[in-house]
């Protein structure tokens, strides 16, 4: 048990010690970034001082053209006497004309260099940051895929639990009060389950870790998506799931995951069905928390929305807390889904976004197939750090 990351504290620890991974990149990303932005800083600076020179060079040729000028005006009034003068004078104009050629032929090349150098900075950039959003990204979903992983280990095993087994097979009270204490105890050790539920064939609550408090014993869950999976499965290596939801009558109307598995005569995994066992798994605190404590630094934080969302892009995580109430309407989501992970630009809420992205990897034999996704203004990146 202690191995199981259904224990708070070793999620915790995962945690941290994925963030930390994570922190150090980060470090590296921000003095890159920086390093960016000095030589962006650098590039507008020599554009400026080209351009003040460029206009210094303008002004210093029309005044040499305006010498050339009264020169021969003077020259011509001297007459033969003022006909060298005059050839200087001429020589003067087109030399200062060549001069002006050349210093325009120099600033557009220059500025065309400084351009292309600032716009090769500014892609730099870019790249980094998208490459750091997914990675964080990936480190969010990975999180929750292992996480989930075990939660279709643990009720795989427990339906083969003894107590749970005779909770179906004697229906007499001592029995079940016991599966109800073995229950309880799962749960004191397992603190990221709400409840867990015993329901005999036709769906009725026998037993529950949590009765007390939710009051689910007597209640029917036939209707229930996860009931009605774990009935469907073939074997006890098999399991029903049902996706973000409140509950009402398990949870008080918290959002949970709920995963099942048929119980079976003798604890066998090909034994017949004589019921299903329900864990209710306290989604929000694994995904809010992993949403929340992506490594974003204090300025992405309150313009940047970190998210989960499965394949119709319903909110199932969010630093927003829409979760299952809004949709991540975007013109390619379809296509995120069908590349691992990567980052573009595109247009969200009216303005330009970096959108990062990473596809659920899966974790041993278990994926969610869910997409992690993050969105961050490219005007925060831009002027950044």
């Known amino acids: 048990m202690s191995k199981n990351l259904s224990n708070q504290s070793t999620f915790a620890e995962e945690t941290k010690t994925k963030s930390a991974d994570v922190s150090e990149s980060q470090e590296v990303g921000n003095g890159i970034a920086s390093s960016l932005a000095h030589i962006r800083d650098l590039t507008s600076s020599l554009k400026h001082q080209l351009q003040r020179t460029l206009k210094d060079i303008q002004e210093i040729n029309l005044q040499t053209r305006l010498l050339s000028f009264n020169a021969q005006i003077e020259a011509t ?59 964080l990204a990936l480190t969010n979903i990975e999180l929750v895929d292992r996480n989930l992983y075990e939660r279709s280990c643990d009720v795989r095993w427990w339906a083969t639990d ?121 989604w929000e605190g694994l995904a809010q928390t992993v949403v929340n404590a992506t ?38 989501l379809a296509v995120l889904f069908s590349k691992s992970k990567g980052y573009h630009v595109a247009d969200y809420r009216g303005c330009p976004h970096l959108i990062a992205h990473a596809l659920s990897p899966g974790y041993e034999t278990y994926s969610t197939g869910w997409l992690s996704v993050i969105l961050q203004p490219l005007a925060l990146i831009e002027r950044k750090p």
């Open 77 to 135: 009034r001297a007459g033969n006497s003022g006909q060298a003068f005059s050839i200087v004078a001429g020589e003067m104009v087109r030399l200062s004309e060549r001069t002006a050629g050349t210093a325009r032929i120099m600033g557009e090349r220059a500025s065309r260099c400084i351009t292309e150098m600032a716009s090769t900075v500014d892609g730099i950039g870019l790249s980094i940051q998208g490459t750091r959003l997914s990675d």
């Open 162 to 282: 003894s107590s749970i087994v005779d909770a179906l097979t004697r229906a007499d009270r001592p029995v079940r009060d016991n599966a109800c204490k073995r229950l309880r105890t799962i749960l004191d050790s397992y603190t990221v389950y709400y409840d867990l539920v015993v329901c005999d064939l036709k769906g009725s609550v026998v037993a529950s870790g949590r009765d007390p408090q939710y009051h689910s014993i007597g209640s029917n869950q036939s209707s229930s998506v996860w009931f009605q999976m774990a009935l469907a499965t073939k074997d006890g290596s098999e399991f029903g799931f049902q996706s973000v939801h409140r509950e009402p009558s398990l949870a008080d109307g918290k959002f949970v995951l709920v995963y099942s598995c048929a119980i079976r005569e003798r604890g066998d995994v090909q034994g017949k069905k004589i019921g299903v066992l329900g864990i209710v798994f306290n």
């Open 295 to 332: 490594q974003l630094s204090s300025l992405e934080r309150g313009q940047t929305r970190v998210c989960l969302v499965d394949d119709q892009g319903l909110m199932l995580a969010d630093t927003e807390n829409q979760l299952t109430v809004e949709k991540l309407v975007l013109p390619d």
